[in-house]
């Protein structure tokens, strides 16, 4: 069979991503290709189980409603008997007179069908309502329709995200948009009411009064099976919970976290596996009661193996789908063997349960505002990533899997010593004592933003670091900046004596290219970098955050005074892109106006030197004669000692100082 583009309400469409290959065993439901418009972005379900026997499209193609994406082996009986409903359905609402259809057949008609002959056409108002997306809560993320607007059957009109998936919203009628009862931002869940929709051709006594179909008892009895095998009660049933993907061969048991006989909830971690890219919890699917693990501690595992059985609650009509999809796949065993075989533990498998979430509730939401599939974001839950840090390679900056994959493995190889740092930190220390005989203690979290920074700053135990200290005259300097402050103030700039100092470091490490440059990894060499981006450290209600600053060396004291004040301002407001955080190869950290006397920054990995600024103090400084009060600025500037010496170091704060006395030998 072939699987075609439905109509995902535009004319045309892009293949963004192929999520299959020749060869590949898909189950009902399975997204097999993603398609991007100027609308939106759709997965593609397959309709059906089957092998994947051939694509038709490749990555950039255009395809509009009906064009063929792939071609399907499928389950033959499932399909065929599929169709058969369907058609049976069709035939029945053509043969027989509209007043003799049943409701249930008649409401799959085009609204004009369903009048009874010889009534007059008019317009009624429809509620389209929040279809089971499978989560008891979700939020209105986007708003797909205005009023006024014409809608078709199955156009998607509001954009619904939950912590499990983005989900587009379709119309179960067409119409005319009359009113919208939600708003971006609302908390919905199954059966609220999102629009109102005026259909055409429908009567007020027809919708109330639709006579029950007269159809005899052999042709309800199908439909009659399927509502009863809908309504069947609750049944028990043993489901395996396998290992997702987690893009890798082989993962490792890391910790069982659950016994035998044990009762667990539907997406409870059960199981932490291991890979060199992600560590992952596997919930549950659903609730239940473990009857058998399969694994033990250690042992290496693939994707879709059995970790453990657990007894819960399946209803009997997906029990059914189950045992008669693998019949109908084990007769066709004879024909095809291996694809057969394949089919057939495929349809027995439940669904694997997609990896426990590792993001928290901040970093979730932060994720929802990126251009990315469900599939994707799904993934990035899965291996704790935040999407906003991915570099993007797909059509309109989306991102795909293979980006999340890239940055998984960058983040790991490039960072592989935070991990080592934070374990032999935790490995130095015993455990805190129990202060309960001491009046006892109260837990508070600290912030998403320290908690990241703690593999970051243990790095540290690892660098050799001394700090240089120094005192700048800056009295004329800030005499300057005082008639200039006005000025700057009318054009709605703050002018600090930081922009000042960034000017001439950027300066200084052009003269001094070791000090933005990096240790190799093989501690042979320096990399010497091309480029100036400096680290501006800034204090948040969550903690200190280092946005950077790009080539201060090609811009006016003016230029990074404007963009200081929109890098802090954007760090406080939580604003900060990937991008603003990346590619720093020296950083300055100002105390300001707090108060102290010196402080040794730490230096910030990989980066080899860092600059701390103290309040600056009026002090007595000998000129020969006497002493004048002068406005004296502290520098700590902390460095690697393995890139930097000593006498290196104290040149360079020197001839910092020496600019900052001043600043017109810039010019020189």
């Not at 609308?39 to 038709?56: D, F, L, N, T």
């Not at 004009?112 to 279809?131: F, H, I, N, R, Y």
């Amino acid at each position: 069979m072939h699987i075609k583009t439905p109509d995902i309400g535009v004319d045309k469409a892009t293949v963004a991503e192929i999520l299959v290959k020749v060869g590949d065993c898909i189950a009902v439901e399975d997204s097999v290709v993603l398609l991007e418009s100027d609308k939106a972005s759709v997965e593609v379900p397959s309709p059906a189980a089957g092998i994947v026997k051939s694509i038709s499209v490749s990555l950039g193609d255009e395809v509009n409603e009906g064009s063929v994406l792939l071609e399907l082996e499928a389950e033959d009986a499932a399909s065929t008997a599929a169709d058969a409903v369907q058609q049976t359905a069709e035939n029945r609402a053509t043969a027989l007179p509209d007043q003799e259809i049943m409701p249930e057949l008649a409401s799959h008609q085009p609204a004009a069908s369903a009048q009874p002959a010889g009534t007059s056409s008019a317009s009624a108002s429809v509620e389209v309502k929040l279809p089971d997306i499978g989560v008891e809560k979700a939020l209105v993320g986007e708003i797909l329709v205005s009023i006024g607007d014409h809608i078709e059957i199955d156009q998607s009109i509001v954009v619904v995200e939950s912590d499990k998936a983005t989900v587009e919203v379709p119309s179960s009628v067409a119409g005319i948009v009359e009113s919208i009862e939600v708003h971006e931002g609302d908390t919905v869940k199954e059966g609220v009411l999102l629009i109102k929709v005026k259909v055409a051709g429908l009567t007020a006594q027809a919708e109330v009064t639709a006579e029950p179909a007269k159809v005899t008892p052999a042709e309800t009895r199908p439909i009659q099976a399927e509502a009863e095998a809908e309504s069947a009660p609750a049944a028990s049933a043993v489901i395996e919970i396998s290992v997702p993907d987690l893009g890798v061969d082989k993962a490792t048991v890391a910790e069982i976290l659950v016994q035998v006989g044990d009762r667990v909830e539907a997406d409870q971690s059960i199981i932490v596996v291991e890979s060199d890219k992600a560590t992952v919890e596997v919930p549950s699917s659903i609730a239940g009661v473990i009857k058998a693990i399969h694994v033990r501690v250690g042992q290496s595992v693939s994707q879709g193996a059995a970790l453990l059985s657990i007894e819960g609650q399946a209803t009997a009509s997906v029990q059914a789908t189950q045992v008669a999809a693998a019949e109908k796949i084990a007769a066709k065993a004879e024909a095809v063997p291996e694809k057969a075989v394949a089919l057939t533990q495929k349809a027995q498998a439940p669904i694997i349960a997609s990896g426990a979430d590792k993001l928290t509730q901040a970093e979730n939401a932060a994720n929802a505002e990126v251009y990315a599939g469900p599939a994707v974001r799904k993934l990035a839950r899965e291996l704790g990533v935040v999407l906003a840090k991915v570099q993007a390679s797909g059509a309109h900056e989306r991102v795909m899997k293979e980006d999340v994959f890239a940055y998984v493995k960058t983040r790991l190889t490039t960072g592989q010593v935070a991990p080592v740092a934070q374990a032999v930190a935790a490995a130095s220390l015993p455990k805190l004592p129990d202060f309960s005989a001491f009046g006892g203690t109260q837990e508070k979290a600290m912030t998403r933003l320290q908690q990241v920074s703690v593999p970051q700053l243990s790095l540290n135990n690892f660098i050799p670091q001394v700090t240089q200290f120094d005192l700048a005259d800056i009295t004329d300097l800030e005499a300057w900046r005082g008639e200039l402050k006005a000025n700057f103030k009318k054009d709605g700039v703050s002018l600090t004596i930081l922009a000042f100092i960034a000017k001439a470091l950027a300066h200084l490490l052009k003269e001094e290219p070791y000090f933005s440059g990096h240790l190799a990894d093989d501690q042979k060499s320096v990399l010497l970098r091309n480029e100036i981006h400096m680290g501006i450290a800034v204090a948040t209600a969550d903690g200190l955050t280092v946005p950077v600053l790009r080539h201060p060396d090609q811009k006016s004291v003016k230029q990074i005074a404007i963009e200081l004040g929109e890098l802090s301002q954007k760090a406080r407001d939580r604003k900060l892109s990937p991008k603003d955080l990346q590619g720093a190869n020296f950083t300055i950290t100002s105390l300001g106006s707090i108060g102290g006397t010196a402080f040794t920054p730490l230096v910030n990995w990989p980066q080899v030197a860092i600059l701390g600024i103290s309040p600056a103090t009026m002090q007595p400084v000998w000129n020969g004669e006497s002493f004048d009060p002068r406005l004296m600025l502290p520098l700590s500037l902390s460095y690697d000692h393995r890139v930097i010496n000593g006498a290196d170091a104290a040149r360079f704060t020197h001839k910092l100082t020496q600019l900052l006395a001043d600043i017109r030998t810039l010019l020189l």
